[in-house]
């Protein structure tokens, strides 16, 4: 049986990872080649059809006075497509506020996330009631606008909290 060049999915399993003279195959080392640039080669980023997971914590003052954290942070250009969003259960109850917290980018919401569970924090993922869908369906599959980071801000009630962390998890894949 031949074995063909690897593909990033697939490594050259069948061949040595040493040739005679010790130094790597030249499959293999075709492959680790592969896997730097599927990586983003020497900046790090993940390019086009890789997936990420961006874990930001957030606390209440970050917050206050209409301001927003990035839970998604987009280069110019990248374009994103949230898979996931997950609250870890990690941090404090926030209190003395009522206002939900958006997942968001422009006038996409990913998810308002209630009061009521940033005021008793339990791990919950995209869907619970604690961190719901989006009411508009079509934001599942579209992906963010070029250079636009997705972020986090209070929206709804009245009050910003005085007290209070969580930690947020998207998982998002690389769209262009």
Known sequence: MVNSPPTISEPPSRVAFLDEGGAPNRWWAQWFDQMILRVGGPTGRPVAGDVAVFETTIGFAALGSAASVPVLPALTGE??????????????????????????????????????????????????????????????????????????????????????????????????
């Open 79 to 176: 374009q994103w497509c949230v898979r996931e969003i997950r609250l870890s259960g990690a941090g404090t109850n926030f209190s003395g506020g009522d206002r939900l917290l958006d997942i968001r980018q422009g006038t996409t919401i990913y998810s308002a996330i209630p009061a009521a569970t940033l005021q008793a924090l339990a791990a919950a993922r995209w869907g619970d009631t604690g961190v719901p869908y989006p009411a508009t369906a079509v934001h599942l599959t579209t992906p963010t606008a070029a250079g636009e980071s997705v972020v986090a801000t209070y929206s709804g009630g009245a009050t910003d909290y005085t007290a209070g962390e969580l930690t947020v998890v998207i998982t998002a894949e690389r769209f262009a």
